[in-house]
């Protein structure tokens, strides 16, 4: 089956830092690739996604591109923000809709 | 659009009793639903698969005479824990999935278990 390797925390910065995340997978096929965030206290929310090789995804200032060739999706932020204190999951999606999490980045943004 | 509730938030309950917790898409069919274990600080541990009207299809070393698993319509599943001891106290998460959404589901904000 599907797994997925993440930069294990627990990752602290300071407010305007740059943000990398590593992040490869192994997978059958040609799998979706998804970053979740799981904020304090709340539900795990889409991050970004790519569907194809060489795709970028983006949102929030985060940024990650489907690296087929290395079979990587790091997720990169130019300048991270206290607000973005949370743990970040990669995810591989297979064709039958299941999910294969990462075990979690502990990501502490100090001001 | 695409939210998912889950309800109760957090349950306590006595050992031997049985609890159940409630998915629902609130504004979309779930096409499938998918029932999720978290235990502290670590992944999300993925328990069974259901599709609306058919039996859920568990993953390997998950009891589904203890977690049982009903997907009733396309916007409500639930998940019963039978005779709850407190080795499964946990955070459990539900997320649901819809056609054309590439693969992306669509998580519900958990419900904490507490045994004891």
């Known amino acids: 089956g599907d797994s997925v390797t993440q930069m294990e925390g627990p990752v602290t910065l300071s407010e305007e830092a740059f943000l990398t995340i590593n992040c490869t997978y192994t997978?059958?096929?040609?799998?979706?690739l998804f970053w979740y965030v799981q904020y304090p206290g709340e539900g795990l929310q889409l991050l970004l996604k790519?569907?194809?090789?060489?795709d970028k995804g983006s949102n929030k200032g985060f940024e990650a591109t489907y690296r087929k060739e290395t079979t990587s999706f790091h997720l990169e932020k130019g300048s991270v923000q206290v607000s973005d204190s949370a743990v970040y999951f990669c995810?591989?999606?297979?064709?039958?809709?299941?999910?294969?999490f990462g075990k979690g980045t502990l990501l502490t943004v100090n001001p | 659009g695409a939210v998912v509730s889950q309800h109760p938030s957090w349950v306590i309950c006595k050992s031997g009793t049985s609890v159940k917790i409630e998915c629902r898409s609130l504004d979309f069919q779930a096409t499938t639903m998918f029932w999720y274990r978290q235990f502290p600080k670590q992944s999300l541990m993925l328990m069974a698969t259901s599709n609306e009207g058919s039996k859920a299809t568990y993953e390997q070393g998950v009891e589904k005479d203890k977690f049982l698993i009903n997907h009733a319509s396309l916007t409500l599943s639930t998940l019963t824990v039978t005779s709850a001891h407190p080795e499964d106290s946990s955070f459990y998460i539900c997320?649901?999935?819809?056609?054309?959404?590439?693969?992306?589901?669509?998580f519900g904000p958990g419900t904490r278990l507490t045994v004891l």
């Open positions: 997978a059958t096929g040609y799998p979706s």
């Open positions: 997320s649901a999935s819809r056609t054309g959404a590439q693969g992306e589901q669509f």
């Open positions: 790519a569907t194809k090789a060489d």
């Open positions: 995810v591989t999606g297979g064709s039958n809709y299941k999910l294969t």
